[in-house]
């Protein structure tokens, strides 16, 4: 089965704090993906990355930022940690080939900033 | 712009009594429309993919079907395990992206 890891939790950081969220997928997946989830407004996206050292802005990339150096790891960056960046953020990866886009998520890091 | 809408927001079910969840969609050309699974605290888990209009898919008490406007997710005599919410997702042609709508809650009741 793929799996993807999300390296927190739970996590607390205080305003202006840099935050690193860490997501490592063990299938060989070219596209990887940054969502954060928030009641109400669902699933949105921040980031994406179709391969190593490429990135595409979401829906929603105002003050964050991600780096892809290898295939597997995918990172997102909170430069300067705000209290409205508290929400629950979801790494996922899927194949590239046609028929194949489904997404598979990780568990999630729930990120307060206080 | 893609949108999805999801209704209702919440459906509270007693064991047994089926239902059916909306998903309505407007998308330029619809490349894959996506249902996923969330519980609680948990990532969301694919459950399946449609992608022309007529299509349906079938997973234990889940079925799946789609229109060139909406798909509908009907459930089969649920069990209280069936609980959790619903997502339904969009992938346009030309894109890797999905867009989600904002889920329905499903609560099952013995």
């Known amino acids: 089965d793929v799996k993807v890891t999300q390296s927190s939790r739970y996590l607390v950081k205080r305003t202006g704090e840099k935050v690193f969220l860490e997501c490592v997928q063990d299938?060989?997946?070219?596209?990887m993906f940054w969502y954060r989830q928030d009641p109400g407004l669902g699933l949105r996206l921040i980031y994406f990355?179709?391969?190593?050292?490429?990135?595409e802005k979401g829906d929603i990339p105002e003050g964050y930022s991600v780096s892809r150096e290898k295939k597997e790891r995918f990172s997102l960056i909170l430069e300067s940690a705000s209290t409205n960046q508290t929400s629950m953020y979801l790494c996922?990866?899927?194949?590239?080939?046609?028929?194949?886009?489904?997404?598979?998520f990780g568990s999630g890091t729930q990120l307060s900033v206080l | 712009e893609d949108q999805v809408t999801q209704s209702p927001e919440a459906l509270r079910l007693q064991e047994g009594e089926s239902s059916s969840l909306n998903c309505s969609y407007t998308?330029?050309?619809?490349?894959?429309l996506f249902w996923y699974r969330q519980d609680p605290g948990k990532g969301p888990e694919f459950l399946f993919t449609?992608?022309?209009a007529g299509e349906e898919k079938e997973k234990e008490r889940l079925k799946a079907t789609l229109t060139k406007k909406e798909s509908f997710l009907h459930i089969t005599a649920p069990k209280p395990e069936d609980s959790a919410t619903y997502l339904c997702?969009?992938?346009?042609?030309?894109?890797?992206?999905?867009?989600f709508g904002t889920g329905t809650r499903l609560l099952v009741s013995p």
């Open positions: 997702a969009v992938q346009d042609r030309g894109f890797q992206k999905l867009v």
């Open positions: 990355s179709y391969d190593v050292k490429m990135k």
């Open positions: 998308v330029s050309g619809l490349r894959g």
């Open positions: 996922a990866s899927s194949l590239r080939a046609p028929g194949n886009e489904k997404l598979f």
């Open positions: 449609l992608y022309s």
């Open positions: 299938m060989d997946h070219e596209n």
